[in-house]
Every structure is written in structure tokens, then in C-alpha cells.
């Protein structure tokens, strides 16, 4: 099974500000990496796939990089609305297809 | 617009049985692979099921193999999840998703509690 393992845990940043959360794993997933945003109470959203393609009607402010074991997401300019959890996935090794435990990221 | 809407959860003893179904309308369900996703309470997410279009192909989570079973019903726009056998563990939110590479669209969930 592979592990993914995001960092950190827990995020405070600014609106306005920028913010960069990691992902790590395991073993080489070459860029089958999907990310995901969760609010309270709400469905996971889906924002990139293969690594870097923003998935439909994603602001562009969103951003995905990396391959084999490391993986980022960029958030460029904080909006209220982006206070939220955040996981990636892999979908490369599978199954069992494996998520991050999340990365929270709280307005400071 | 692409919509998946569950229902069936609620509350059940250990050791019980509950069915699952999510219905899907926006899009050509026959044609897409599906999949469950868990939630627990304050945890984070947790694949346990997997179907192919056809239905033939179906993977599922050690946590959860032998005791869930996944199938669709691609006339109806359906899918199922089985649950027997269930424990305390399997408190959680159960998400159905659409799978393009990735589960692209997700519903909105259905709580199902296991207790006594």
C-alpha cells in the first residue's frame, strides 16, 4: 500500500498571502496525484489531477507540481473562501487507492 | 450538471446490515467506474470500494472486504453498497464519487452510526 504523507498538519496564513502544502510518497506514483479541498460539513472538491491540471472551474490561483514521490500544491492569494482542509490522493498504485491525512490551513 | 445523491445510511446496531444507494443523473452513468469513500467523525478520507462500468470489476478495502459489497445497476442510474456486519468502526460519512483517473464528482453523503 502506499502512504501518502502531507505537511504540514495545520496551516495559518493571511488572505492575501500565499500557501504551499506537500505531499510525500511512499513510492513513486508518477503523476497520478489528485488534490482535494473539504469544508465543514461538505463533499471533498476535486481541484488538480495528474498532478497539475486544474479540474473544471478551478480558479487558476491553484496550482499542482511535482512527480514521483513529491508533490505540491500552490495557492497563490489567499481568498476567504480557500480556509479550508486539503487532501491529495494517489491513483497510481491501486488498489487501495490512498489519501493524505490533510492538511488544514486556518486564516491567522 | 453532474449530480450524485445518496441515501440509506442511518443508525444501526453491531453486527447489522445496511444498504447504501446513490443515484446519479448528469451524465452517462453506464460509461464511468465508481467509487466509496469514507469518512469518519473529525478523520480524514478513506477509499473502501470500487466498480467498473460494467460492474465486473470490484475491488474494496481490507477494512471492509468480506463484510461490503459494491454493484450498480446501470438502467437505473445506480449504485449500492452492501454493509453487514457492521462495527463501531464503520461510523463515518459514505461518499459515492464519479472516477475519471481521479473520483471527480462526489456527493454530499450519508452518515451511518453504528451503536448499540
Known amino acids: 500500500e502506499i502512504v501518502m504523507t502531507q505537511s504540514p498538519a495545520t496551516l495559518s496564513v493571511s488572505p492575501g498571502e500565499g500557501a504551499t502544502l506537500s505531499c510525500r510518497a511512499s513510492q513513486s506514483v508518477t503523476t497520478n496525484v489528485a488534490w482535494f479541498q473539504q469544508k465543514p460539513g461538505q463533499a471533498p472538491r476535486l481541484l488538480i489531477y495528474g498532478a497539475s491540471t486544474r479540474a473544471t472551474g478551478i480558479p487558476a490561483r491553484f496550482s499542482g507540481s511535482g512527480s514521483g514521490t513529491e508533490f505540491t500544491l500552490i495557492i497563490s492569494s489567499l481568498q476567504s473562501e480557500d480556509f479550508a482542509v486539503y487532501y491529495c490522493q494517489q491513483y497510481n498504485n491501486w488498489p487501495p487507492i490512498t489519501f493524505g491525512q490533510g492538511t488544514r490551513l486556518d486564516i491567522k | 450538471e453532474v449530480q450524485l445523491v445518496e441515501s440509506g445510511g442511518g443508525l444501526v446496531q453491531p453486527g447489522g446490515s445496511l444498504r447504501l444507494s446513490c443515484a446519479a443523473s448528469?451524465?452517462?452513468?453506464?460509461?464511468?467506474?465508481m467509487n466509496w469513500v469514507r469518512q469518519a467523525p473529525g478523520k480524514g478520507l478513506e477509499w473502501i470500494s470500487y466498480?467498473?462500468?460494467?460492474?465486473?470489476?470490484?475491488y474494496y478495502a481490507d477494512s471492509v472486504k468480506g463484510r461490503f459489497t459494491i454493484s450498480r445497476d446501470n438502467a437505473h442510474n445506480s449504485l449500492f453498497l452492501q454493509m453487514n456486519s457492521l462495527r463501531a468502526e464503520d461510523t463515518a460519512v459514505y461518499f459515492c464519487?464519479?472516477?475519471?483517473?481521479?473520483?471527480?464528482?462526489w456527493g454530499q453523503g450519508t452518515l451511518v452510526t453504528v451503536s448499540s
Open positions: 448528469g451524465f452517462t452513468f453506464s460509461i464511468y467506474s
Open positions: 464519487a464519479r472516477v475519471l483517473g481521479a473520483p471527480d464528482y
Open positions: 466498480i467498473g462500468s460494467s460492474g465486473t470489476m470490484l
